[in-house]
């Protein structure tokens, strides 16, 4: 429990303490929003497909999400470096508590900045549906941030330098954003893109984000959650083992 | 006396390079033991076998009764260490680094916090309770470091080149420090260096190590009559010769480097 706890706040402080790394960390979603939610919106809206910014922003959300949390997951790789990593190695504590707890605060991060990127759309001209999705969608972006924390985790304990850190993050991250429909419709892509994203865990993330927060979702809410779960657990497991293998 | 630490033909190999060839020592309980050897020549291996964090290719191991490979939890707390490269959060204060690892080795809340407080006052760090570690100088670092390794009443500490870039006063300190825990604590103390006076000076009994296999071991007076030198750096040459080894370089700069590209400000 100690061990849990510990990770957790680390990783919390770390956040509260870097005030520029979090505007940092939302420059990046604020100019999305803006470049394309202004720019392609009458393009959108000529195509019939409504408001882009609102269809825009839970994609946003998302992206915020999975790079904040793979981002940190992949700590390890620098906490290896200069040496922490180490001092919780040694520690009589389970190596799968220490992997939960840093997961869990890597999560718990991520999905503050998913909150603070909904507020900032919100500033710009999004509209929830209804207040009362935010609620749900605030859990949502919870499993989400463990999903890809857990992933971050996973990737990072077989890693040793950044070199392998600059390849996940332009051939993992990238991709998985671009190709989730967090920035165009799936109802109206091409089959083959489609399909693509089916195996985007992050698709479905951002799908139970728009049910939540647009009232409308392409593969429903249902399949989103399971699929979010089945993922996040398959994912947990797996960054636990890898996890207990590392020798430092 | 009864030995904390017994080693027997312990082997650790990395890919088919042999690290440690089947070293064997014993370290007596309350005592101060000093690894010697040059660069490369597995001291820092055989401490992390010593210390659960590699699994052994071969041998066997016992630190205070225990066995690191089955028992891994009851030898990681027999022990605190100070690892040869710094293992603080540089982003975290003096104080949160220690109760982080006071909660991590389920210290309670109460003697915690006044043992963190004796601690730091012991290392001459308590006005530096609130500062973060990143503006702390090396030696400053070290200094906390031996705090953090003590805050659980270790009955071992490991001290992997604990004096490497400090100053002669810091040196100096450090070791008197180390030698009064072991006189009024009974604390072993198990040490690798590069200055030879100092392990002249403070150790009890001395392995050598060199290529992987101890070469020789004995008092430093022992040492010097069986190479017939006046010095303990006289008998260490004389034992591992004078050929200079090359130390393994990290990627340090670089990680600094790919971390503040993607943190923004962070150090
Ligand atoms: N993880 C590792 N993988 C491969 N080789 C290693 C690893 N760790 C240490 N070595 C090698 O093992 C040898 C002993 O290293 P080490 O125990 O660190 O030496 P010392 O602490 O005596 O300077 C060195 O040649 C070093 O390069
Ligand atoms: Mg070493």
Redesign the interface.
């Known amino acids: 429990m100690?061990?849990i706890?510990?990770m957790w706040?680390?990783e919390v402080?770390?956040f509260l303490?870097?005030p520029?790394?979090i505007a940092?960390?939302l420059g990046q979603p604020l100019l999305f929003l803006v470049a394309l939610g202004y720019g392609l919106g009458p393009v959108f809206r000529a195509a019939g497909q409504g408001n882009y910014l609102d269809f825009l922003a839970p994609g946003i959300i998302g992206m915020a999400i999975i790079f904040t949390s793979i981002?940190n997951g992949m700590q390890i790789?620098?906490d290896r470096?200069?040496?922490?990593l180490?001092?919780?190695?040694?520690?009589?504590?389970s190596r799968l508590a220490i992997m939960f707890g840093r997961t869990l605060g890597g999560a718990t991060v991520a999905a503050a900045q998913g909150a603070l990127v909904l507020i900032m759309a919100v500033l710009i001209g999004f509209r929830p549906v209804s207040w009362a999705g935010i609620a749900p969608a605030l859990v949502v972006m919870l499993l989400v941030a463990l999903l890809f924390s857990a992933v971050g985790i996973t990737v990072a304990s077989k890693l040793r330098?950044?070199q392998g850190?600059?390849l996940i993050?332009n051939l993992l991250v990238m991709p998985l954003f671009f190709l989730s429909g967090a920035l165009f419709p799936l109802s109206s892509a091409p089959q083959a893109l489609l399909l693509i994203a089916r195996f985007d865990p992050l698709s479905y993330g951002v799908d139970a984000l728009r049910y939540f927060l647009t009232g409308s979702a392409a593969f429903g809410l249902g399949l989103d959650l399971l699929i979010l779960c089945a993922v996040s657990a398959f994912f947990l497991w797996l960054g636990a083992l890898f996890f207990s293998q590392i020798?430092? | 006396m009864t030995s904390i630490i017994e080693v027997k033909d312990l082997t650790k190999k990395f890919g088919s390079f042999e690290a440690v060839k089947g070293v064997s020592f014993e370290v007596e309980e309350g005592g101060i033991f000093a690894f010697l050897g040059p660069n490369g020549a597995g001291k820092s291996t055989t401490i992390?076998m010593l210390?659960?964090?590699?699994?052994p290719s071969a041998g066997s191991l016992r630190v205070n009764g225990f066995d690191p490979r089955t028992d891994?939890?009851?030898v990681?707390?027999s022990?605190g260490?100070v690892?040869q490269?710094?293992?603080?959060?540089?982003?975290?204060t003096a104080f949160?680094n220690l109760e982080?690892?006071g909660?991590?080795?389920?210290v309670p809340k109460e003697t915690r916090t006044k043992r963190i407080d004796e601690l730091l006052a012991l290392v001459e760090l308590s006005d530096r309770r609130d500062s973060f570690v990143r503006d702390f100088s090396g030696g400053m670092k070290r200094r906390l470091e031996i705090a953090?390794g003590l805050l659980h009443h270790p009955k071992i500490i490991f001290l992997d080149e604990p004096t490497l870039g400090l100053d002669p006063q810091t040196r100096n300190h450090l070791w008197s420090y180390v030698e009064k825990l072991n006189a009024e604590e009974g604390i072993t103390i198990f040490f690798t260096t590069h200055y030879m006076e100092e392990a002249d000076k403070v150790a009890k009994k001395i392995a050598v190590i060199d290529h992987g296999t101890i070469i020789a071991t004995g008092s430093g007076a022992e040492l010097k009559a069986q190479t017939n030198t006046d010095s303990l750096e006289n008998a260490f040459l004389a034992l591992t010769g004078s050929e200079i080894r090359e130390e393994a370089s990290?990627?340090?700069d670089?990680?600094r480097?790919?971390?503040r590209m993607?943190?923004?400000?962070?150090k």
Do not use: C
Request: charged share 30%; hydrophobic share 40%.
């Open positions: 100690g061990g706890y510990v706040k680390r402080l770390r303490r870097s520029s790394r940092g960390s981002f790789i620098w470096q200069f040496g922490f180490k001092e919780t190695m040694v520690a009589p504590v330098d950044m850190f600059h993050m020798e430092v | 992390k210390t659960t964090l590699l699994h891994a939890d009851a990681r707390r022990f260490i690892f490269d710094p293992s603080l959060d540089d982003d975290l949160e982080f690892h909660i991590l080795y389920g953090r990290g990627g340090l670089h990680m480097e790919a971390r993607w943190s923004g400000n962070r």
